[in-house]
């Protein structure tokens, strides 16, 4: 599988601005194709909508073993300290708008206030955090991906 972030313009779609994050009408999207697809082709899934929580996407790694997808969700960029950052989790079979199957939170009792880069640690089973606000790198425990 090829996991991508995008997002799915529609008719309603209504450009903010350029340099905006996001666009009104539209939310971040998973984009999930087949890798050795050819051509224009349709993605085989597609996670986006409200109960996502996406927003602005920063990063995304996949975990192959148990096809976990895990990204950085950072909101507002041009804010010092937005609300609704997190890490979430969900499963390469996942379709439509469904929340993470787990999500890390960004709130100062973690240190975590906004995810820029997000990188797996298989081997202690950790994942690896860049948080731009605090200009730190941080890591869970998480076991229940690997």
């Known amino acids: 599988m090829l996991v991508v972030a995008g997002t799915i313009l529609t ?9 905006a994050a996001g666009l009104y ?5 998973l984009l999930i194709f087949d890798r050795l697809a ?5 993605p085989l899934r597609v996670i986006r909508g409200p109960h996502t929580g996406m927003h602005a996407i920063r990063q995304i790694q ?5 096809g976990w997808i895990v990204i950085s969700q950072m909101t507002a ?12 989790v969900w499963s390469i ?10 999500k890390i939170e960004g709130k100062p009792s973690n240190g975590m206030l906004k995810p820029h880069g997000v990188a797996l640690d298989p081997n202690h089973k950790e994942v690896v955090v860049a948080d731009m606000r605090m200009n730190a790198i941080l890591t869970f425990y998480f076991p229940e991906i690997f």
């Open 11 to 19: 008719d309603q779609t209504v450009w903010r601005s350029p340099y």
């Open 25 to 29: 009408g539209a939310r971040e999207s």
């Open 77 to 88: 960029g041009e804010i010092p300290e937005p609300e609704g950052t997190f890490i979430g």
């Open 62 to 66: 996949v975990q192959p073993k148990g």
């Open 38 to 42: 050819r051509g224009e082709v349709k």
């Open 93 to 102: 079979n996942d379709e439509g708008d469904v929340p993470p199957r787990w």
